[in-house]
C-alpha cells in the first residue's frame, strides 16, 4: 500500500515536459515548401530552420501563448502572434511568406513590416477561448471592436458602423453560406429568421483556423456584401497524432476530436460535436422568457495532402434547434405572449469542398458548397378572458444557397495577378397558414448571381504598395461595375497610411430587402427580378502607428447608398453613413493585454436616422495572467473584462409599422436608450504531464444592467411595453485538452 502512494505522490510531482510547435513554411503564391526558412519565438533567442520538407519544429516550449517570427531570403518576414501551446497537445501552425518586390537573391527582410489591412478583425481559437462572454462563438468575439455594435443580447447579428446585420454576409471556406446560426429568430419582435444573427453559432471554436471579418473597403476577391463579410475557415486535423477536447457546461456539453486516420498517414479529420439546452441556466434564475431552449450541432473537416503542392478538403457542418413556449393560465398570465403557445424548429445543412493546387508561378483554389436551412414556426393564441383557443398559424421557410468560387493567382512582374469567378445559386421558399397581415404572401422562387472579377496587386516602389481590381455582379434583370482601388503607404519606420475606395453590391432576398428593418420585417415577393441588387460606394482614409508592443489605428469613413429600401416607404431612399473610428492595442509581454476602441458616426435613410444608427461606440477589452506554479504543479489563473457602450437603436422607427397594424393605438414614442454592458471572464488553468484541465466561469452583463431592447403595444395589458436586454448570464465550465 505504502508502495502505491508513494508512487501516486511521484507521479503527482512530475515536472511538466516542453510542449511541441511544429509546421510548416510554403510559399503563399504557390504552396512549395520553403527549405531553409527561419523560424524564431519573439522577444527571446530560441529559434529554428526549416528543414528539407519545409518543417519546422520547437520540442521544448512552456505551454502558453506565444509570438513567432518567420523570415526567408527574398520574402517578406511575418509575425504570428498568439499562438496558443496547450499541454499534452501538439501544436501546428503552418505559415505562408509573401514573396518581396526586390531581388530575390539579395534582400533579406529581418523584421515583420508594418503594413496593415484596415477593416479586418481576426477570428482564432486562441482569442474566442480569452476573451469574456464569447461562448465560443466567433460571432460574439468581433463585438469587442468599436466598429461593430450588438443588436441584441439574445442574438449574435452585430451591425457594422450603423448598417443592418442583414447587409452581413458569411463564408466557408471561401463559399457562400447560409446563415450558419441556430435560432436565427432569437431577439426578433416579429419572431421570424434573419438573414445572419441567430441564438449561438454552428462553427464552435474548436473546429476553427484562422478567420477573419471583413468591413471596411475589401478588395475585389470579396462579394455579394454591403455590409461586412465573415470569411470563415475550418482547421486540417494535424498529422502527427490523436488528440482531443472535451467540455461540460451549464449549457451542455462539447467533444472534439483531431489527428491522422491511420498512425504516419496523411488523410487527416478534425470533428466536433456539442449538445446544449438551458435548463440549468433557468434554475439559476436566468430568465429566458418562459422559453426552452436547446440545440445541437456536428461540423467536420477531413483533408488530403494530393502531391507537393495540392491539397483537398472535404467539409460539413449539421444543426439541429428548437425554441418552445407553453402558455400559462390566465390567472398567471401577465403579458400578451403568455396566451400564446410557440414551437419553432430550425435544420441546417452545410456540405462543400476545397481543392487548391500550386505550380510554378502561381496557384489555383476551387471551392464549393451547398448549405440549406429549414424554419418551422408554430402559434397558437388564445383568448384574453378564458382559455379558448381562437387562433393559430404555422409558418415554413426554407433557403437554399449553392456555391462555387474558382480563383487563380500568378505571379506578374512585382506583383500578382488574381482571376476570379463566383457564380451562386438561390432557393427560397416562404410559406405560411392563418399568417397575419405582414406576411400573408406564399413565395417560391430562384435566384442566380454571377461576379467575375480581376485583381493586381503589388508594390508601387520601396514604400507604396497597392490593390487595383475591377469586378462586375450580375443577376436577372440588374447588374453592378465594382471597380475597387487601395494604396498603402509607409511613412518613416511607424506610420503606415491607408486609402481605399470602390463600388460594392450585394443581391437582395426577402430577409436582407430592408435597410432599416429593426423589428424582423420581410419583403415577399414571387418575382425574383424584384429584389434587385443594391449598390453602395465607400472610402476609407486609415492612420496606423506601430510600436514594439503597441498601435493606434484611426480611420474615417463613408458609405453611400443612392437607393435602399426603407420599412416605412414603397421608394427606394438615399441612404449613408459615415463618422471616424479608432482603435488602440497594447500587450504587456505574454501575460496581459489592454484593448480601447471608439467610433462615432451617423447612419440615415432619407431624412430620417437609421434603427441602427447608434451614433457612437466605446469598447474595452482587458486581461491579466498570474502564473501560480510552484515545482510540483504548474498553475494559472486569468482575469479578461470586455465592457461596451454605445448610444442604443432608434426603437421607435419600429413604431409606424405597428400603428399600421393597430391604427386606434395611440403612439408612444421613447427616446433612445444607452446601451451599457461589462461582461467577466475567470479562468482557472492546470497543466498536466498529458493534459490541461481548465475551470471557467463567463459573466456576461455581471453589474446585472437593465438594457432597453424594444417597445411594443401588449394586448393583453392594452398598454405599451418595454422589453429589456438579457440580464446576467453566468456560464460556468469545465475543459480538458489531451
Same mark, same amino acid.
Given at each position: 500500500?505504502?508502495?502505491?502512494? #508513494?508512487?501516486?505522490?511521484?507521479?503527482?510531482?512530475?515536472?511538466?515536459?516542453?510542449?511541441?510547435?511544429?509546421?510548416?513554411?510554403?510559399?503563399?503564391?504557390?504552396?512549395?515548401?520553403?527549405?531553409?526558412?527561419?523560424?524564431?519565438?519573439?522577444? &527571446?533567442?530560441?529559434?529554428?530552420?526549416?528543414?528539407?520538407?519545409?518543417?519546422?519544429?520547437?520540442?521544448?516550449?512552456?505551454?502558453?501563448?506565444?509570438?513567432?517570427? /518567420?523570415?526567408?531570403?527574398?520574402?517578406?518576414?511575418?509575425?504570428?502572434?498568439?499562438?496558443?501551446? =496547450?499541454?499534452?497537445?501538439?501544436?501546428?501552425?503552418?505559415?505562408?511568406?509573401?514573396?518581396?518586390?526586390?531581388?530575390?537573391?539579395?534582400?533579406?527582410?529581418?523584421?515583420?513590416?508594418?503594413?496593415?489591412?484596415?477593416?479586418?478583425?481576426?477570428?482564432?481559437?486562441?482569442?474566442?477561448?480569452?476573451?469574456?462572454?464569447?461562448?465560443?462563438?466567433?460571432?460574439?468575439?468581433?463585438?469587442?471592436?468599436?466598429?461593430?455594435?450588438?443588436?441584441?443580447?439574445?442574438?449574435?447579428?452585430?451591425?457594422?458602423?450603423?448598417?443592418?446585420?442583414?447587409?452581413?454576409?458569411?463564408?466557408?471556406?471561401?463559399?457562400?453560406?447560409?446563415?450558419?446560426?441556430?435560432?436565427?429568430?432569437?431577439?426578433?419582435?416579429?419572431?421570424?429568421?434573419?438573414?445572419?444573427?441567430?441564438?449561438?453559432?454552428?462553427?464552435?471554436?474548436?473546429?476553427?483556423?484562422?478567420?477573419?471579418?471583413?468591413?471596411?473597403?475589401?478588395?475585389?476577391?470579396?462579394?455579394?456584401?454591403?455590409?461586412?463579410?465573415?470569411?470563415?475557415?475550418?482547421?486540417?486535423?494535424?498529422?502527427?497524432?490523436?488528440?482531443?477536447?472535451?467540455?461540460?457546461?451549464?449549457?451542455?456539453?462539447?467533444?472534439?476530436?483531431?489527428?491522422?486516420?491511420?498512425?504516419?498517414? =496523411?488523410?487527416?479529420?478534425? *470533428?466536433?460535436?456539442?449538445?446544449?439546452?438551458?435548463?440549468?441556466?433557468?434554475?439559476?434564475?436566468?430568465?429566458?422568457?418562459?422559453?426552452?431552449? #436547446?440545440?445541437?450541432?456536428?461540423?467536420?473537416?477531413?483533408?488530403?495532402?494530393?502531391?507537393?503542392?495540392?491539397?483537398?478538403? /472535404?467539409?460539413?457542418?449539421?444543426?439541429?434547434?428548437?425554441?418552445?413556449?407553453?402558455?400559462?393560465?390566465?390567472?398567471?398570465?401577465?403579458?400578451?405572449?403568455?396566451?400564446?403557445?410557440?414551437?419553432?424548429?430550425?435544420?441546417?445543412?452545410?456540405?462543400?469542398?476545397?481543392?487548391?493546387?500550386?505550380?510554378?508561378?502561381?496557384?489555383?483554389?476551387?471551392?464549393?458548397?451547398?448549405?440549406?436551412?429549414?424554419?418551422?414556426?408554430?402559434?397558437?393564441?388564445?383568448?384574453?378572458?378564458?382559455?379558448?383557443?381562437?387562433?393559430?398559424?404555422?409558418?415554413?421557410?426554407?433557403?437554399?444557397?449553392?456555391?462555387?468560387?474558382?480563383?487563380?493567382?500568378?505571379?506578374?512582374?512585382?506583383?500578382?495577378?488574381?482571376?476570379?469567378?463566383?457564380?451562386?445559386?438561390?432557393?427560397?421558399?416562404?410559406?405560411?397558414?392563418?399568417?397575419?397581415?405582414?406576411?400573408?404572401?406564399?413565395?417560391?422562387?430562384?435566384?442566380?448571381?454571377?461576379?467575375?472579377?480581376? =485583381?493586381?496587386?503589388?508594390?508601387?516602389?520601396?514604400?507604396?504598395?497597392?490593390?487595383?481590381?475591377?469586378?462586375?455582379?450580375?443577376?436577372?434583370?440588374?447588374?453592378?461595375?465594382?471597380?475597387?482601388?487601395?494604396? =498603402?503607404?509607409?511613412?518613416?519606420?511607424?506610420?503606415?497610411?491607408?486609402?481605399?475606395?470602390?463600388?460594392?453590391?450585394?443581391?437582395?432576398?426577402?430577409?436582407?430587402?430592408?435597410?432599416?428593418?429593426?423589428?424582423?420585417?420581410?419583403?415577399?415577393?414571387?418575382?425574383?427580378?424584384?429584389?434587385?441588387?443594391? &449598390?453602395?460606394?465607400?472610402?476609407?482614409?486609415?492612420?496606423?502607428?506601430?510600436?514594439?508592443?503597441?498601435?493606434?489605428?484611426?480611420?474615417?469613413?463613408?458609405?453611400?447608398?443612392?437607393?435602399?429600401?426603407?420599412?416605412?416607404?414603397?421608394?427606394?431612399?438615399?441612404?449613408?453613413?459615415? #463618422?471616424?473610428?479608432?482603435?488602440?492595442?497594447?500587450?504587456?509581454?505574454?501575460?496581459?493585454?489592454?484593448?480601447?476602441?471608439?467610433?462615432?458616426?451617423?447612419?440615415?435613410?432619407?431624412?430620417?436616422?437609421?434603427?441602427?444608427?447608434?451614433?457612437?461606440?466605446?469598447?474595452?477589452?482587458?486581461?491579466?495572467?498570474?502564473?501560480?506554479?510552484?515545482? *510540483?504543479?504548474?498553475?494559472?489563473?486569468?482575469?479578461?473584462?470586455?465592457?461596451?457602450?454605445?448610444?442604443?437603436?432608434?426603437?421607435?422607427?419600429?413604431?409606424?409599422?405597428?400603428?399600421?397594424?393597430?391604427?386606434?393605438?395611440?403612439?408612444?414614442?421613447?427616446?433612445?436608450?444607452?446601451?451599457?454592458?461589462?461582461?467577466?471572464?475567470?479562468?482557472?488553468?492546470?497543466?498536466?504531464?498529458?493534459?490541461?484541465?481548465?475551470?471557467?466561469?463567463?459573466?456576461?452583463?455581471?453589474?446585472?444592467?437593465?438594457?432597453?431592447?424594444?417597445?411594443?403595444?401588449?394586448?393583453? &395589458?392594452?398598454?405599451?411595453?418595454?422589453?429589456?436586454?438579457?440580464?446576467? /448570464?453566468?456560464?460556468?465550465?469545465?475543459?480538458?485538452?489531451?
Amino acid at each position: 500500500m505504502k508502495y502505491w502512494l #508513494g508512487v501516486l505522490a511521484l507521479v503527482n510531482t512530475v515536472m511538466l515536459e516542453g510542449q511541441t510547435l511544429t509546421g510548416v513554411v510554403y510559399d503563399q503564391l504557390n504552396n512549395e515548401p520553403l527549405v531553409g526558412a527561419t523560424i524564431s519565438v519573439d522577444k &527571446t533567442n530560441t529559434g529554428t530552420t526549416t528543414n528539407a520538407n519545409g518543417r519546422y519544429s520547437f520540442e521544448e516550449l512552456e505551454p502558453g501563448r506565444i509570438s513567432l517570427v /518567420i523570415s526567408y531570403v527574398g520574402y517578406r518576414s511575418v509575425l504570428v502572434e498568439n499562438v496558443w501551446l =496547450k499541454a499534452g497537445k501538439l501544436t501546428e501552425q503552418d505559415v505562408y511568406l509573401e514573396r518581396s518586390a526586390d531581388d530575390l537573391d539579395e534582400v533579406v527582410v529581418t523584421a515583420p513590416r508594418p503594413m496593415v489591412d484596415p477593416g479586418r478583425i481576426s477570428i482564432t481559437e486562441e482569442q474566442i477561448n480569452r476573451i469574456a462572454a464569447t461562448y465560443y462563438d466567433p460571432a460574439r468575439l468581433i463585438i469587442s471592436s468599436p466598429d461593430v455594435a450588438v443588436a441584441n443580447d439574445q442574438n449574435n447579428a452585430i451591425s457594422v458602423r450603423g448598417l443592418s446585420p442583414a447587409y452581413n454576409v458569411w463564408k466557408l471556406e471561401g463559399a457562400e453560406i447560409i446563415n450558419p446560426n441556430h435560432l436565427s429568430n432569437a431577439g426578433t419582435f416579429l419572431d421570424q429568421p434573419t438573414a445572419t444573427g441567430g441564438g449561438v453559432n454552428m462553427l464552435s471554436a474548436q473546429m476553427l483556423d484562422q478567420s477573419e471579418f471583413l468591413y471596411s473597403t475589401f478588395d475585389n476577391r470579396y462579394g455579394n456584401s454591403v455590409g461586412g463579410i465573415f470569411n470563415m475557415n475550418l482547421k486540417e486535423g494535424n498529422d502527427q497524432e490523436r488528440q482531443y477536447t472535451a467540455q461540460a457546461s451549464l449549457i451542455g456539453f462539447d467533444l472534439a476530436a483531431e489527428g491522422p486516420f491511420q498512425q504516419g498517414g =496523411k488523410v487527416t479529420y478534425a *470533428a466536433n460535436y456539442r449538445y446544449s439546452f438551458t435548463g440549468l441556466l433557468t434554475g439559476f434564475g436566468v430568465d429566458f422568457g418562459g422559453e426552452s431552449i #436547446g440545440f445541437q450541432d456536428l461540423s467536420f473537416d477531413i483533408a488530403t495532402p494530393v502531391g507537393n503542392r495540392s491539397k483537398l478538403k /472535404i467539409f460539413g457542418v449539421g444543426g439541429l434547434s428548437y425554441n418552445n413556449f407553453d402558455h400559462q393560465p390566465l390567472e398567471e398570465s401577465e403579458v400578451e405572449k403568455d396566451r400564446k403557445d410557440i414551437y419553432y424548429n430550425n435544420k441546417t445543412a452545410i456540405i462543400g469542398a476545397n481543392w487548391e493546387t500550386g505550380f510554378d508561378k502561381g496557384k489555383l483554389r476551387v471551392s464549393a458548397a451547398y448549405s440549406v436551412a429549414d424554419n418551422d414556426r408554430e402559434e397558437t393564441v388564445y383568448a384574453n378572458d378564458s382559455d379558448a383557443q381562437v387562433d393559430s398559424e404555422r409558418v415554413t421557410s426554407k433557403r437554399e444557397v449553392a456555391s462555387l468560387n474558382a480563383v487563380s493567382t500568378q505571379k506578374l512582374g512585382n506583383g500578382e495577378l488574381e482571376l476570379g469567378l463566383m457564380q451562386n445559386f438561390y432557393q427560397n421558399r416562404y410559406e405560411g397558414i392563418n399568417q397575419p397581415t405582414a406576411f400573408q404572401s406564399d413565395v417560391d422562387f430562384k435566384q442566380w448571381l454571377t461576379r467575375p472579377y480581376v =485583381k493586381l496587386e503589388g508594390a508601387l516602389g520601396q514604400r507604396l504598395a497597392g490593390t487595383a481590381g475591377f469586378g462586375a455582379s450580375f443577376t436577372e434583370g440588374d447588374y453592378v461595375l465594382e471597380p475597387r482601388l487601395g494604396l =498603402k503607404l509607409d511613412v518613416g519606420a511607424k506610420n503606415q497610411v491607408s486609402l481605399g475606395v470602390g463600388v460594392y453590391s450585394m443581391l437582395m432576398n426577402p430577409y436582407n430587402y430592408f435597410h432599416n428593418a429593426g423589428y424582423g420585417e420581410l419583403q415577399l415577393f414571387s418575382d425574383p427580378s424584384d429584389y434587385g441588387l443594391l &449598390t453602395n460606394y465607400r472610402g476609407t482614409l486609415a492612420h496606423d502607428i506601430l510600436g514594439s508592443d503597441w498601435s493606434l489605428h484611426s480611420e474615417f469613413f463613408y458609405y453611400r447608398f443612392p437607393e435602399a429600401n426603407s420599412v416605412s416607404s414603397t421608394q427606394t431612399e438615399l441612404a449613408f453613413t459615415g #463618422g471616424l473610428s479608432t482603435n488602440f492595442k497594447k500587450d504587456f509581454g505574454r501575460s496581459a493585454y489592454l484593448n480601447l476602441g471608439g467610433s462615432w458616426f451617423d447612419s440615415e435613410i432619407d431624412v430620417y436616422e437609421s434603427y441602427y444608427n447608434t451614433q457612437y461606440s466605446f469598447t474595452l477589452s482587458s486581461g491579466k495572467e498570474w502564473d501560480l506554479s510552484n515545482e *510540483a504543479k504548474k498553475r494559472k489563473l486569468s482575469v479578461d473584462l470586455r465592457g461596451m457602450y454605445q448610444a442604443g437603436y432608434r426603437p421607435h422607427l419600429g413604431a409606424p409599422y405597428l400603428e399600421s397594424n393597430f391604427t386606434t393605438i395611440p403612439a408612444n414614442f421613447i427616446d433612445q436608450q444607452p446601451y451599457l454592458r461589462f461582461d467577466l471572464r475567470v479562468v482557472w488553468k492546470r497543466y498536466h504531464e498529458n493534459r490541461t484541465t481548465s475551470i471557467a466561469l463567463d459573466l456576461q452583463n455581471v453589474a446585472n444592467i437593465e438594457n432597453f431592447a424594444y417597445q411594443y403595444y401588449d394586448t393583453f &395589458t392594452d398598454q405599451w411595453e418595454t422589453q429589456n436586454q438579457l440580464g446576467l /448570464i453566468p456560464i460556468l465550465a469545465y475543459r480538458v485538452e489531451w
